[in-house]
């Protein structure tokens, strides 16, 4: 691997995480004088000395008291702490709590999705090309057209009715325990799944068929390279050729489709959470915007952005690896 180009990437990527914090910190400020306004109590029978007191001290707890590039200046160096601020919420609580708190829950839907996804889709995508034309091609293809019409979260809902109020095999709703009361044991391992399997059931559907159909066009695209005709003439055997030939140069479609569904991780799928009341970063966000908890809303889009930011430049290495000639603004 070329240090150069791995230099140039991971410059590259630190400079458009600094413009990701600088916006993260403007944008929810433009038009707003005062981000903590809605929090100052009402004047009810207090006179208006007293309001402007309990005012100014909400304004310093909250850091507003100073200019807006102070508070950016200060933003930076709490950042540098790994402080992302104090949450609205009564309590004021820290916001890296509060994602600390909901992150695991997303990873277990959206880890479990791409692993099933990955491993289903591929095998099936290697399946459908090398039966092209036949029923599996035809019926991927079938579906793939099906799953553009048909958004994850209407399959949500037909899966929460009819398996989960209809038939009762899973769980409609998450229960609202389960977070409070896990342990390490089998039997709350058991519970998050009997909870999850339909949130990933909804999701992993689209999933498959997107990793089978870059899969399936991407072997194709090889089974006829030059090198691949020069193993059949050799007499290699199909799976060779298959598995060791064809799919392992077929591989950066696959590292493109993994690498977004690495960043998109932690953000999980906001409606498919609010169906299923699934206590994750994506109804910890709703809640934020919901209540104008500007320090929460920062803090997730800040841990969303950085961590696109990075499997992107993961990606871009492992092309790297797979694929020697692959350069970005050098001559060849």
Excluded: C
């Amino acid at each position: 691997m070329k240090s150069a180009y791995v230099i140039k990437r991971i410059l590259y990527s630190i400079f458009v995480f600094a413009v990701v914090i600088t916006l993260n910190f403007f944008i929810p400020r433009i038009g707003v004088d005062d981000p903590a306004e809605r929090y100052y109590p009402p004047q009810g029978n207090m006179s208006q000395i007293e309001y402007e007191i309990i005012k100014q001290v909400t304004r310093q707890q909250y850091g507003f008291h100073v200019s807006t590039w102070q508070q950016y200046l200060n933003y930076l160096k709490g950042l540098s702490r790994g402080d992302l601020g104090t949450s609205f919420r009564p309590g004021s609580p820290a916001v890296i709590d509060l994602i600390l708190e909901r992150l695991p829950w997303t990873l277990v839907l959206s880890v479990s999705t791409m692993l099933i996804g990955l491993t289903i889709g591929v095998l099936f995508g290697v399946v459908a090309a090398v039966k092209r034309g036949r029923w599996q091609d035809t019926m991927l293809l079938n579906a793939s057209t099906v799953m553009v019409a048909l958004p994850s979260f209407f399959v949500a809902l037909i899966l929460s009715f009819y398996l989960g109020f209809e038939l009762g095999v899973f769980p409609a709703y998450t229960d609202s325990t389960m977070v409070s009361s896990f342990t390490w044991t089998w039997e709350s391992i058991a519970r998050v799944a009997e909870n999850a399997a339909l949130p990933v059931m909804s999701m992993v559907v689209g999933s498959i068929i997107s990793y089978a159909q870059g899969t399936r066009n991407a072997v194709i695209a090889v089974t006829n390279e030059d090198f691949v005709l020069t193993a059949k003439a050799k007499g290699l055997k199909q799976g060779t050729i298959r598995y060791k030939h064809i799919l392992r140069n077929s591989m950066l479609p696959i590292v493109t489709s993994l690498g977004m569904s690495i960043s998109g991780l932690i953000g999980g799928q906001v409606v498919i959470e609010q169906v299923f009341n699934w206590n994750g970063m994506g109804t910890l966000f709703l809640a934020a915007n919901n209540s104008n908890d500007y320090p929460l809303m920062m803090g997730i889009m800040l841990l969303l952005s950085g961590f696109t930011i990075f499997a992107i430049l993961v990606t871009d290495l492992v092309y790297v690896l797979l694929d020697p000639r692959v350069t970005v603004g050098d001559k060849r």
